[in-house]
């Protein structure tokens, strides 16, 4: 299947502090990426539709501004969490669209605001 | 909004046991998606049903798509340790192809 790749794995930062996400598509181009955030035992919940070129769509709740996307080319897409406070402690999953009616999922960032 | 809700919502069973998992909603989706998550890291793609009354096979795994497309079973037989894990389904309305999750369901298989 395709592969998405998502960097950092894992960040700790201090409280205040902005975090950059990476979710790159490596082997097909995506022109949509997803960015979803899951908390502890929980399902995912979609937070925004990120289209090349564009700019991104947020669900409803989701601070546009303190949730930055940024979608510069068809293999990359970055959500940067900006002044980032505890509650925006989570898991980050991004996924990427084939355009064949299925998504493939990166493998992930644990952001921890301390 | 649509919702999928899933039941149950957690299940632990010895090994070598049958269980079914549920996924229903009130929403027709165009598709509908099963993935399997552990701890730690992204879902992974089990299969898509597409056709109402569709039945796909993998290996133990048989997933169900309804008549209606509005519902989903996922059966597994004979239930290893190995297939312990977070399982979600998650249905496509095909709008901004964006995809629903279901609550998902916390299987643990005993050994």
């Known amino acids: 299947g395709a592969v998405v790749s998502q960097h950092p794995s894992r960040v700790i930062c201090k409280s205040g502090t902005s975090v950059k996400i990476e979710c790159r598509s490596l082997d097909f181009q995506a022109t949509t990426m997803f960015w979803y955030r899951q908390f502890p035992k929980q399902s995912l919940m979609l937070m925004a539709t990120?289209?090349?070129?564009?700019?991104?769509?947020?669900e409803q709740g989701v601070e546009k501004d303190k949730f930055l996307i940024n979608h510069a080319s068809l293999t990359l897409s970055t959500l940067t969490v900006t002044s980032a406070h505890p509650e925006d402690s989570s898991f980050y999953i991004c996924s990427a669209d084939t355009g064949i009616d299925t998504q493939y999922f990166g493998p992930g960032t644990r952001l921890t605001v301390l | 909004t649509q919702l999928l809700e899933q039941s149950p919502q957690f299940l632990s069973i010895q090994e070598g046991e049958n269980l079914t998992v549920y996924c229903n909603s009130s929403s027709v989706f165009s598709s509908l998606q099963w993935y399997r998550q552990e701890p730690g890291e992204g879902p992974v793609l089990l299969v898509t049903v597409v056709t109402g009354g569709e039945v796909k096979k993998l290996k133990r795994l048989t997933f169900q798509f309804g008549d209606a497309r509005k519902d989903s079973s996922l059966h597994i037989t004979a239930a290893q340790p190995g297939d312990t894990g977070l399982y979600l389904c998650a249905g496509d309305s095909g709008s901004a192809r964006q995809l629903t999750f279901g609550s998902g369901t916390q299987l643990t298989v005993l050994p």
């Open positions: 990120s289209n090349e070129g564009s700019k991104a769509t947020y």
